[in-house]
């Protein structure tokens, strides 16, 4: 069992950046596929990023593209979202989630999911 835990989450003016960390209890976090998505306020759970085991690749949603940078230290069994141009749509909870199967925004290929971190941008 694969625990994850997010950091970096909190409150931000628009146009602003955040970092936001997510740390994996298993040494071997390069088997597994990583990724974030969130969930605003009664909206559905949005596909975020994902990076590939080794790094070498990634997706975005198009709502962050050109924003946000996804990356990780599988050395240190960490993933970096870094977030810039943040906007008030941006306000939600952010979850890390790793699994076994290839990268991507489908959320059900995920096995492992933190327990969130709230970002909040204000206008």
């Known amino acids: 069992q694969v625990q994850l835990v997010e950091s970096g989450g909190g409150l931000v003016q628009a146009g602003g950046s955040l970092r936001l960390s997510c740390a994996a209890s298993?040494?071997?976090?390069?088997?597994?596929?990583m990724g974030w998505f969130r969930q605003a306020p009664g909206l559905e759970r949005e596909f975020v990023a994902s990076i590939s085991r080794s790094g070498a690749f990634t997706v975005y949603g198009d709502s962050v593209k050109g924003r946000f940078t996804l990356s990780r230290d599988n050395a240190k069994s960490m993933m970096y979202l870094q977030m810039h141009s943040l906007k008030p749509d941006d306000t939600a909870v952010y979850y890390c989630?790793?699994?076994?199967?290839?990268?991507?925004?489908?959320?059900?290929?995920?096995?492992?999911w933190g327990q969130g971190t709230q970002v909040t941008v204000s206008s």
């Open positions: 298993e040494r071997t976090v390069s088997n597994y596929t």
């Open positions: 989630a790793g699994g076994r199967g290839a990268y991507g925004s489908i959320a059900r290929t995920y096995d492992y």
